[in-house]
């Protein structure tokens, strides 16, 4: 296979769409700052009318992208076809069971300190699906971890041992460890780019939390193989499995407004899509030869290494003359979301560094102008939140001043002969043209929804629907100040130099949000809205009311934050059929295979339980742990005569003091060096009991008990 993209094109051709789109951009965001320069200048332009006039017209041009990308994706859907969709070059009526391909894949599920059931049981839905379709023979299965915690890792090595057995997948499905996890996933993937990549000619990215379709993966392949000239083919991912309240929020918001946004994101990119680094088919060729990642000039956090390598993949593989294509109509694509507010706030914290980095690339990279767009549109997500706050920080100073100066307002005539004789009235206009702008997208799926029953009936009926739009709107409105405050904070500590740590998502709530932590988290949001509140009503009724829905939202904060945290009200929700989305009214077989999986419980031999150092225990006194964790070790000893007598010393503690006395470095080294783990497993089971520490003497009682009522089927 070439590495250069062919001549011939399959995919859809470009038409107007986009020059349309963006020329119905730059009229309704010019329209809209005439508008406010409009108002201004009535009233008496000023610097401060400069600064406002210049946020507005920023702000406004962000939120009406917003607006036009499911404005455009409503015509498609109520045309019922679209000429522009890359899943037009196969034939979707087709069984996938019999489509004949050509070329091997590789599905990659790289894994960071994850749950190992929920993760593994992933891993086994995609497989059994892709056998049952008589398709898995095009297909090897890499668990590539990068996983930091002794019992972590561990337990994947034993839920790998344990799904490869049960699925006969041994020679197919395949786990590595790095040693040292540089460069995070970005560094992981590459890894196995350099070790294996050479044997395939298509590379499928999971997420952790990913789940795909049988049929999903076998399409992918199938459009990769017929359009030599795309580089990487991108699915829209779904959201399920949700369980507490804003979890259900954002899988309804994703599944019932998505395919809208997903239509006309496609309009105006069309072969110049973005990748969101998994749920993608990726040629692997070229993206060896032109996708390695650039240094960033400067250091961390704006500098360095690029921390959110997807955009700047994709860019290359446009730079390089490949096309992306984002398959938005292609089902079958899944991932699952946090489930609190304080963890999506972590996630988005990531994410803010990310996309503040591609700035750049925007303004000093040689790059394609429809890249250049999509990394602009990356860093408004974050920005806007600090341009909104500075935006309404000068409202309330300009009113404070005019209130102060005690002048009488002379307004001036118009310069349109159409706008409306009152400033209020004028102000109301505008206040209502950008709240169009907002929820005018909810308006459109609902219009969407009345003209497709069917499609309304996976979300509960049109009615319920209807009313599940109403809920996200509330909840979302309250929420929004609050992300707003911490995206503005994200944005603050970064250009402060402040870089983020990687961490694992939490992708169960628990029990929810204690109040403690919400208001050690959210507590000042609860301050500002006090202090901003009175200063408003202080200053003008009127701007106390015009402000009130934000006001409300950072009162609001701390309890919003508890309660949508909680699978209590998620579930209080769900029983009255509102948030529902297709995955559980219509559960596909994928998605009730995972529930399945899932619902079964750990992965983990009958005779181990989950407790307190279960990796290291395992390794140690179980010999058949202690045999697979010697196999998968590629470096099997420490030769340096220093490192082994240190080794020798951790042992010692190790025996005498128990796991307990070990730091999580301390273990990891133990667990990283085959000498010594074949050494700790002769001599626990060798000394008498006397001679261990309590820690063991408890350990090993308690292994072998179990070991016994297993083999009895007790």
């Given at each position: 296979?070439?590495?250069?993209?062919?001549?011939?094109?399959?995919?859809?051709?470009?038409?107007?769409?986009?020059?349309?789109?963006?020329?119905?951009?730059?009229?309704?965001?010019?329209?809209?700052?005439?508008?406010?320069?409009?108002?201004?200048?009535?009233?008496?332009?000023?610097?401060?009318?400069?600064?406002?006039?210049?946020?507005?017209?920023?702000?406004?041009?962000?939120?009406?992208?917003?607006?036009?990308?499911?404005?455009?994706?409503?015509?498609?859907?109520?045309?019922?076809?679209?000429?522009?969709?890359?899943?037009?070059?196969?034939?979707?009526?087709?069984?996938?069971?019999?489509?004949?391909?050509?070329?091997?894949?590789?599905?990659?599920?790289?894994?960071?300190?994850?749950?190992?059931?929920?993760?593994?049981?992933?891993?086994?839905?995609?497989?059994?699906?892709?056998?049952?379709?008589?398709?898995?023979?095009?297909?090897?299965?890499?668990?590539?971890?990068?996983?930091?915690?002794?019992?972590?890792?561990?337990?994947?090595?034993?839920?790998?041992?344990?799904?490869?057995?049960?699925?006969?997948?041994?020679?197919?499905?395949?786990?590595?460890?790095?040693?040292?996890?540089?460069?995070?996933?970005?560094?992981?993937?590459?890894?196995?780019?350099?070790?294996?990549?050479?044997?395939?000619?298509?590379?499928?990215?999971?997420?952790?939390?990913?789940?795909?379709?049988?049929?999903?993966?076998?399409?992918?392949?199938?459009?990769?193989?017929?359009?030599?000239?795309?580089?990487?083919?991108?699915?829209?991912?779904?959201?399920?499995?949700?369980?507490?309240?804003?979890?259900?929020?954002?899988?309804?918001?994703?599944?019932?407004?998505?395919?809208?946004?997903?239509?006309?994101?496609?309009?105006?990119?069309?072969?110049?899509?973005?990748?969101?680094?998994?749920?993608?088919?990726?040629?692997?060729?070229?993206?060896?030869?032109?996708?390695?990642?650039?240094?960033?000039?400067?250091?961390?956090?704006?500098?360095?290494?690029?921390?959110?390598?997807?955009?700047?993949?994709?860019?290359?593989?446009?730079?390089?003359?490949?096309?992306?294509?984002?398959?938005?109509?292609?089902?079958?694509?899944?991932?699952?979301?946090?489930?609190?507010?304080?963890?999506?706030?972590?996630?988005?914290?990531?994410?803010?560094?990310?996309?503040?980095?591609?700035?750049?690339?925007?303004?000093?990279?040689?790059?394609?102008?429809?890249?250049?767009?999509?990394?602009?549109?990356?860093?408004?997500?974050?920005?806007?939140?600090?341009?909104?706050?500075?935006?309404?920080?000068?409202?309330?100073?300009?009113?404070?001043?005019?209130?102060?100066?005690?002048?009488?307002?002379?307004?001036?005539?118009?310069?349109?002969?159409?706008?409306?004789?009152?400033?209020?009235?004028?102000?109301?206009?505008?206040?209502?043209?950008?709240?169009?702008?907002?929820?005018?997208?909810?308006?459109?799926?609902?219009?969407?929804?009345?003209?497709?029953?069917?499609?309304?009936?996976?979300?509960?009926?049109?009615?319920?629907?209807?009313?599940?739009?109403?809920?996200?709107?509330?909840?979302?409105?309250?929420?929004?100040?609050?992300?707003?405050?911490?995206?503005?904070?994200?944005?603050?500590?970064?250009?402060?130099?402040?870089?983020?740590?990687?961490?694992?998502?939490?992708?169960?709530?628990?029990?929810?949000?204690?109040?403690?932590?919400?208001?050690?988290?959210?507590?000042?949001?609860?301050?500002?809205?006090?202090?901003?509140?009175?200063?408003?009503?202080?200053?003008?009724?009127?701007?106390?009311w015009w402000m009130s829905p934000v006001l409300l939202g950072w009162l609001l904060a701390v309890p919003l934050s508890v309660y949508t945290s909680r699978e209590s009200a998620g579930q209080w929700f769900r029983r009255r059929g509102l948030l529902l989305t297709p995955e559980e009214t219509e559960p596909s077989p994928e998605v009730c295979e995972l529930r399945s999986l899932t619902a079964e419980g750990p992965q983990m031999p009958a005779h181990m339980e989950r407790f307190e150092d279960i990796?290291?225990?395992?390794?140690?006194?179980?010999?058949?742990?202690?045999?697979?964790?010697?196999?998968?070790?590629?470096?099997?000893?420490?030769?340096?005569?220093?490192?082994?007598?240190?080794?020798?010393?951790?042992?010692?503690?190790?025996?005498?003091?128990?796991?307990?006395?070990?730091?999580?470095?301390?273990?990891?080294?133990?667990?990283?060096?085959?000498?010594?783990?074949?050494?700790?497993?002769?001599?626990?089971?060798?000394?008498?009991?006397?001679?261990?520490?309590?820690?063991?003497?408890?350990?090993?009682?308690?292994?072998?008990?179990?070991?016994?009522?297993?083999?009895?089927?007790?």
């Amino acid at each position: 296979m070439s590495a250069e993209p062919q001549s011939t094109s399959t995919t859809p051709a470009g038409g107007f769409a986009r020059p349309l789109f963006f020329g119905l951009h730059a009229v309704l965001t010019v329209c809209a700052g005439a508008i406010y320069w409009d108002l201004l200048n009535r009233a008496g332009f000023t610097a401060t009318s400069f600064l406002l006039l210049v946020l507005f017209v920023i702000l406004f041009a962000h939120i009406t992208f917003g607006f036009l990308q499911p404005l455009f994706g409503l015509v498609i859907a109520l045309r019922g076809n679209d000429p522009r969709s890359i899943t037009r070059t196969v034939d979707l009526d087709q069984d996938p069971a019999t489509i004949k391909l050509t070329s091997r894949t590789a599905l990659i599920f790289p894994i960071y300190n994850e749950d190992p059931d929920r993760f593994f049981a992933g891993v086994e839905t995609v497989y059994r699906r892709l056998k049952a379709l008589g398709q898995i023979e095009h297909y090897d299965v890499f668990v590539l971890s990068d996983s930091t915690d002794a019992d972590n890792w561990i337990a994947e090595e034993i839920a790998w041992n344990e799904t490869a057995v049960r699925l006969g997948a041994h020679g197919k499905l395949f786990y590595r460890r790095r040693r040292n996890n540089i460069n995070q996933k970005s560094g992981n993937v590459s890894d196995f780019c350099r070790r294996w990549a050479g044997s395939y000619d298509y590379m499928l990215c999971f997420d952790a939390d990913s789940l795909m379709s049988g049929e999903c993966i076998v399409r992918m392949t199938e459009m990769i193989e017929r359009n030599p000239q795309v580089g990487i083919l991108q699915t829209m991912p779904g959201l399920l499995n949700g369980r507490t309240l804003l979890a259900r929020l954002q899988q309804f918001t994703n599944r019932v407004h998505g395919h809208l946004s997903g239509a006309g994101l496609n309009a105006w990119q069309q072969d110049y899509g973005n990748y969101w680094g998994h749920n993608a088919i990726i040629r692997l060729k070229p993206f060896l030869k032109y996708c390695t990642l650039p240094e960033l000039p400067g250091v961390e956090p704006l500098g360095g290494r690029v921390l959110s390598h997807d955009f700047v993949e994709a860019m290359l593989m446009h730079k390089a003359g490949y096309e992306v294509w984002l398959a938005y109509d292609l089902c079958g694509s899944y991932e699952e979301m946090p489930p609190t507010l304080i963890d999506m706030a972590k996630r988005d914290r990531r994410w803010c560094q990310g996309n503040l980095q591609h700035a750049w690339l925007v303004l000093f990279g040689k790059i394609p102008y429809l890249s250049r767009i999509h990394m602009v549109n990356g860093i408004m997500g974050y920005i806007s939140s600090p341009l909104w706050l500075l935006f309404l920080g000068l409202v309330t100073l300009a009113t404070y001043r005019w209130v102060g100066s005690d002048l009488t307002l002379v307004v001036r005539d118009s310069a349109f002969s159409f706008m409306p004789e009152t400033l209020a009235e004028q102000g109301l206009l505008l206040l209502g043209l950008t709240a169009f702008m907002i929820f005018g997208p909810k308006l459109m799926t609902l219009a969407w929804l009345a003209f497709r029953p069917g499609v309304a009936r996976s979300f509960g009926g049109w009615p319920r629907a209807a009313a599940s739009v109403l809920c996200e709107i509330f909840f979302f409105t309250l929420i929004a100040p609050s992300m707003m405050l911490f995206h503005s904070g994200f944005v603050l500590t970064i250009l402060l130099g402040q870089k983020v740590k990687w961490s694992t998502q939490v992708r169960d709530s628990g029990d929810g949000t204690p109040w403690r932590a919400a208001l050690a988290a959210q507590g000042g949001h609860l301050v500002v809205g006090l202090l901003w509140g009175a200063l408003a009503w202080t200053v003008s009724p009127t701007l106390f009311w015009w402000m009130s829905p934000v006001l409300l939202g950072w009162l609001l904060a701390v309890p919003l934050s508890v309660y949508t945290s909680r699978e209590s009200a998620g579930q209080w929700f769900r029983r009255r059929g509102l948030l529902l989305t297709p995955e559980e009214t219509e559960p596909s077989p994928e998605v009730c295979e995972l529930r399945s999986l899932t619902a079964e419980g750990p992965q983990m031999p009958a005779h181990m339980e989950r407790f307190e150092d279960i990796g290291l225990l395992g390794v140690v006194l179980d010999p058949y742990i202690n045999a697979l964790h010697g196999l998968l070790m590629r470096e099997k000893s420490q030769p340096d005569p220093n490192v082994r007598e240190t080794l020798r010393k951790l042992e010692h503690k190790l025996l005498q003091e128990g796991a307990e006395a070990l730091n999580n470095a301390e273990k990891m080294r133990l667990l990283l060096d085959y000498e010594s783990i074949v050494r700790l497993h002769k001599q626990v089971w060798s000394q008498p009991d006397h001679r261990l520490s309590p820690w063991w003497q408890q350990a090993s009682r308690s292994y072998t008990y179990r070991m016994l009522f297993h083999q009895r089927g007790e």
